[in-house]
């Protein structure tokens, strides 16, 4: 027996040197190991073999198995080698499946879009800490101390001083004391409120600031710059409206309606029935934010608005649950693939 297994051991592997194709190499593997292969008739021999014989020859059987198949392993991986080198294999052949590139992520889009609508009017872009003081966020809005909104319910403090920022408005501040008027700026970024997750709130979302101060402006300049942010993000002549409203850091202050971009006005579902939209808060710097920036009395004036990237990103796109945006769902985030 052992005799046999040397010698189908030396002729295989030789065959399987020898094998100069695929097809060839297939032939050789079903002489040595098909059903009817010589290492297969081997194995079918072992019967015969005296009981004291048979476990040693069982287990050369079984290396040589291993070895002749490791060896067609091999001359498979080295004829395939050798194949890329002639003209069997086209190189220039497109792949299987369509290449699938990442895309921005729709908030992402829509925060770049916002900003290069003001880019276009000539702002410049800024940025702030999402880990902020509380005299940022608050004092030197000129929130009083005693301001539900600094309530631990609506706040994540993180100690006495410190906190996520509630608001982008805090950049506001921070600009202003290195930077002299006449300036323009957006301010973009993440915010976080203590809030409970439904369909249209979330404990972390994305607000875009806007902030001019220069002599002589007026809510007028604050009107113009609205309206044709809306036009130009909305599309077409869009009716909107300004709300008084109170803002610690601005006077007057309002809140800006447009008209609802489902039903132009008429009343329906998106809208609550009322035909508008509230779109962001928005008003005149208060004396007291220019004083704690620095600036000297009565020099300057200048309006600042705020508004939330994801509520504009689900009315453009018609998007009824905030939670979307943040659970990165494919099948929710292929849909803006070549859209935005
Ligand atoms: N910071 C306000 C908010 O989060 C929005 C705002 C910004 C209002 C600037 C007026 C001026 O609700």
Redesign the pocket.
């Known amino acids: 027996m052992q005799e046999a297994i040397d010698r189908l051991r030396a002729e295989g592997l030789s065959r399987i040197a020898q094998a100069d194709s695929p097809d060839a190499l297939e032939s050789v593997r079903v002489g040595l190991l098909g059903r009817k292969g010589e290492l297969t008739g081997l194995l079918r021999g072992l019967k015969d073999v005296s009981d004291d014989q048979r476990p040693a020859a069982g287990a050369a059987l079984n290396q040589l198995k291993l070895e002749l198949t490791a060896a067609l392993e091999n001359r498979t991986g080295d004829l395939a080698g050798a194949g890329a080198g002639s003209m069997d294999l086209d190189l220039t052949l497109p792949g299987r499946a369509p290449v699938q590139l990442g895309t921005a992520h729709p908030l992402l889009s829509v925060l770049e879009e916002i900003c290069d609508i003001f880019y276009g009017m000539g702002y410049d872009r800024g940025d702030g800490p999402e880990v902020e003081l509380d005299y940022y966020n608050f004092t030197a809005l000129n929130f009083p101390d005693d301001h539900p909104a600094r309530d631990i319910q609506d706040t994540f403090f993180l100690n006495e001083d410190m906190l996520l920022r509630t608001?982008t408005?805090p950049v506001q501040v921070r600009t202003m004391e290195r930077v002299q008027p006449p300036l323009a700026y957006v301010f973009p970024g993440r915010v976080y409120r203590n809030e409970n997750a439904d369909a249209s709130h979330s404990s972390e979302f994305y607000?875009i600031?806007g902030l001019r101060v220069d002599r002589n402006i007026s809510l007028v300049d604050l009107r113009e710059t609205v309206n044709a942010f809306i036009a130009s993000f909305f599309g077409g002549e869009r009716q909107t409206r300004f709300r008084p409203h109170f803002?610690p850091?601005?006077e007057p202050?309002v809140e800006v309606d447009m008209e609802c971009v489902k039903c132009s006005g008429k009343g329906c579902g998106v809208c609550g029935q009322t035909g508008w939209l509230e779109i962001m808060?928005?008003?005149m710097v208060h004396p007291n934010v220019f004083k704690a920036a620095g600036y000297p009395d009565d020099a300057y004036t200048g309006f600042?608005?705020?508004m939330g990237i994801d509520r504009i990103a689900m009315l453009k796109y018609g998007i009824d649950d905030i939670r979307l945006l943040y659970e990165n769902d494919l099948r929710f985030l292929n849909q803006f693939r070549g859209v935005l």
């Open positions: 608001q408005s607000q600031e803002f850091f601005t202050s808060g928005a008003g600042a608005f705020g």
